[in-house]
């Protein structure tokens, strides 16, 4: 297991403001400076902090919460790619301070989320994206490493436009038990075997690939996977026993990238295409048709 990577004399902190994550658990966000000791070389990053709620009264909240910044710091750390955003460590605040635990240090991203990006930037090149996204799942494949909640929201828009994964809350390590938290997931990207499975039996490279599927279809189309459905029952009905999406409903995707994102989203699990070889694709069509 790596040594916890404690950057707290490194970064200074800024302003804080409270966001609104989709799963519920990222409450408080930090802006900093961080100041790279070898060089003196500084970096705008962002500090993240959990969803405190009831941990004063449950001191068992608490040691869930500790213990899952600690296991996605363990797995962040590992990360090295330019389509990952960087990861510095943790920065432990001040004593009188309300914050209790660390907060996990990485890059700022100026562009923001994929969505807010895309909502921002709407002439984007989004097959581009798309292929940065692959690569980023890609690596991690390679190295081993699940990451168990890949969408819109977890993808971040570098300084320099380019697509990193984030949010490694629900990663886990291939062939490792205990490395990873149980935490909620964005639904319209997860694997149907997600829906009848619970616990750590969904979290496969398998269910990436469908995940990387969804938001490749997001990305290209501008359109949520199943947008035409309202709840999640409706959803659970919508993808049991195939996965139900039709080209029509999603016009702005050119035939050509819908043929070779499709395979991702095949509701048998073993009938989906790897990473690599979904990315291998990509590319090919990315470097034969260089106005995608």
Request: with cysteine; net charge negative; charged share 20%.
């Amino acid at each position: 297991m790596p040594p916890v990577v404690d950057v707290t004399p490194h970064v200074q902190t800024l302003s804080s403001t409270a966001l609104e994550v989709l799963d519920g658990e990222w409450q408080t966000q930090y802006h900093g400076i961080y100041t790279d000791p070898k060089d003196g070389s500084t970096k705008k990053v962002l500090l993240s902090l959990p969803n405190a709620d009831g941990w004063d009264a449950d001191p068992t909240v608490f040691v869930s919460i500790l213990n899952r910044i600690h296991r996605e710091m363990h797995i962040w750390v590992l990360a090295h790619h330019p389509n990952v955003v960087q990861f510095f460590g943790l920065y432990k605040f001040p004593e009188k301070t309300r914050w209790k635990t660390p907060a996990l240090v990485s890059a700022f991203c100026e562009g923001g989320t994929l969505r807010e990006y895309l909502g921002r930037t709407p002439d984007a090149n989004r097959y581009s994206l798309v292929v940065d996204i692959a690569k980023g799942l890609d690596y991690l494949h390679q190295e081993g490493i699940l990451h168990g909640n890949l969408c819109p929201e977890s993808v971040m828009i570098q300084d320099d436009g380019i697509a990193a994964l984030t949010d490694f809350g629900r990663a886990k390590m291939v062939g490792l038990q205990g490395y990873t938290t149980q935490s909620r997931v964005t639904t319209r990207y997860v694997s149907p075997e997600a829906w009848r499975k619970k616990g750590t039996a969904c979290l496969t490279a398998e269910a990436d690939v469908y995940s990387f599927g969804m938001t490749a279809l997001y990305t290209l189309s501008g359109n949520e996977p199943f947008y035409t459905v309202e709840t999640e029952d409706e959803l659970r009905h919508e993808t049991s026993g195939g996965t139900h999406l039709t080209h029509e409903n999603y016009s702005a995707v050119q035939a050509r990238h819908w043929s070779l994102i499709e395979p991702c989203w095949q509701y048998d699990a073993k009938s989906r295409p790897s990473i690599h070889e979904t990315l291998a694709t990509l590319s090919v069509d990315a470097s034969q048709n260089s106005d995608s």
